[in-house]
Nanobody
Framework: QVQLVESGGGLVQAGGSLRLSCAAS????????MAWFRQAPGKDREFVAG????????YYADSVKGRFTISRDNAKSMVYLQMNSLKPEDTAVYFCAADRSGVIDHSHIAYDYWGQGTQVTVSS
């Protein structure tokens, strides 16, 4: 089992940057696929980015490709989301998620563990 705690959200102007962090508990962090999802008011939770356990394969939603970068530090049990060139449409609660299937799944249903979320607001 793993517990996840996100941090780093906040208010930023369009074009700005934020770095989200997700701290994981437990000794088996490097056995989990990690992902970031986001959910805007009135919308479904959507996949943003994912990274595999140790070989660092990454996938991104088309809407963030080229602007966001996901990374992980297994020694520190941390996963990060560097967000650049932010747009007002990136405004949402961002969630960290973990799964042991070995596959980066774009559906939130596939993920077993979730953090509480961190708010990101991008002003125009």
């Amino acid at each position: 089992q793993v517990q996840l705690v996100e941090s780093g959200g906040g208010l930023v102007q369009a074009g700005g940057s934020l770095r989200l962090s997700c701290a994981a508990s437990g000794r088996t962090f490097d056995t989990y696929v990690m992902a970031w999802f986001r959910q805007a008011p009135g919308k479904d939770r959507e996949f943003v980015a994912g990274i595999t356990e140790s070989d660092r394969i990454t996938y991104y939603a088309d809407s963030v490709k080229g602007r966001f970068t996901i990374s992980r530090d297994n020694a520190k049990s941390m996963v990060y989301l560097q967000m650049n060139s932010l747009k007002p449409e990136d405004t949402a609660v961002y969630f960290c998620a973990a799964d042991r299937s070995g596959v980066i799944d774009h559906s939130h249903i596939a993920y077993d563990y979730w953090g509480q979320g961190t708010q990101v607001t991008v002003s125009s």
